[in-house]
């Protein structure tokens, strides 16, 4: 039997609780399996961790991370510490240790789904993001100068580089062309004339090599628009760690909401683990109240199934969310329903048998 060695770190606010959902349904769908099963460590990692020894994980965290074949992490941020220490001294110090250089997040209108959008169908929103994540405007590189005085500086690099750029994009062509969908580029050339022109250059060498895959380019801000105004033109999307981060929220707000927004930090080499994530955040004003979301957990429990080489189980639990939200019997407050978080994750288990 294939022992899948998971690193769990639950995190902060509301992380705990939905991370407790989805290692159930993980634990239920290896079970009813019988051919592999989960073997889960946990980490006490995050921002409680951080108010008491300084440090938002182990010092040597990374190399105990090392041993495991995934990551599933909950959320991370706290009142009382400053987000740019949470997050970079966390969840991206993760990333970019590992390599984790694909962020995938599917950008997908389920039946039964609430979307904002006037006369919109599910068939017109199936997204799926490729997000480059390890370097773009997130690589950490830049210089305050002048310190709190009047002639105070501050410069953040944005860091391209051409292996960086091209593996991301070639990642996204071959999945365009594995399930025969078209491929966006979106980018901001007109104005970042450096760093945007060289990612649109290195999309239109890469393109030649798959001219099976049908193509286009877009600017940020028109892109921004087109989501809204026509999301059926968008099926598989690649774009930098900046313009990705902000897009797929909005993909989230036309998908569903957060609550229904998971997310894949992908290393394909599998050199190193992989980290599956709700990204819907900490919401610190409702945890420890039982009424989170656990679904984007499940969505990301999917991710992880379907990266293991489990894809029939990881659609079964994409199919089983879409069941509940047509019912609306077991539904939390986010999607207009009442049932608490536990209640939630009892009618996943429920329905896979």
């Known amino acids: 039997m294939v022992t899948h060695k998971i690193a769990v770190i639950t995190g ?3 992380g705990p609780e939905v991370i407790s959902e989805g ?8 079970e009813l399996d019988g051919g592999f099963k989960f073997e889960f460590t946990y980490f006490p990692w995050g921002c409680e961790f951080y108010k008491e020894t300084g440090r938002m994980m182990d010092e040597d965290g990374i190399n105990k991370l090392k041993e495991f074949d995934a990551i599933f992490l909950g959320a991370v941020g706290a009142p009382g510490v400053p987000d740019h220490i949470s997050l970079w ?4 110090i993760i990333r970019k240790s590992f390599d984790q250089y694909i962020n995938l997040r599917p950008v997908k209108l389920l039946k039964g789904a609430p979307c904002p959008l006037k006369d919109v169908s599910v ?3 199936n997204m799926t993001f490729v997000r480059e994540n390890s370097e773009g405007e997130y690589a950490g590189s830049g210089s305050w100068l002048f310190k709190n005085k009047p002639n105070e500086v501050v410069i953040q690099d944005g860091v391209f580089s051409r292996k960086g750029c091209e593996r991301v994009i070639r990642y996204a062509f071959e999945l365009a062309k594995a399930e025969k969908k078209t491929l966006t580029s979106i980018s901001k050339g007109n104005a970042l004339n450096y760093s945007m022109v060289f990612w649109d250059q290195i999309f239109n060498e890469v393109s030649k090599d798959y001219p099976e895959v ?3 380019s877009y600017l940020v801000d028109a892109a921004s ?3 809204i105004k026509d999301p059926g033109r968008f099926e598989i999307v690649v774009t930098s760690n900046l313009f990705g981060d902000i897009l797929t929220d909005l993909g989230a707000a036309i998908a569903g909401g957060m609550g229904l927004a998971a997310g894949a930090n992908l290393n394909p080499e599998r050199e190193f683990p992989s980290m599956f994530e709700p990204i819907h955040g900490s919401a610190p004003d409702i945890a420890g109240k039982g009424i989170a979301n656990p679904l984007a957990t499940v969505w990301s ?3 992880m199934l379907d ?11 994409i199919d089983i969310i879409e069941e509940m939200l047509l019912e609306k019997k077991v539904l939390p407050a986010d999607l207009g329903g009442s049932a608490k978080t536990k209640e939630v994750g009892d009618e996943v288990l429920r329905k896979l048998g």
């Open 23 to 30: 290692v159930r349904v993980l634990e239920k769908v290896a």
């Open 307 to 317: 990266f293991f080489g489990h894809e029939d189980w990881g659609k079964k639990l």
């Open 89 to 92: 001294d966390l969840l991206l």
């Open 225 to 227: 628009m087109f989501m």
């Open 301 to 303: 429990a999917s991710q």
């Open 123 to 125: 068939k017109d929103v």
């Open 12 to 14: 902060d606010g509301i």
């Open 214 to 216: 049908k193509t286009y």
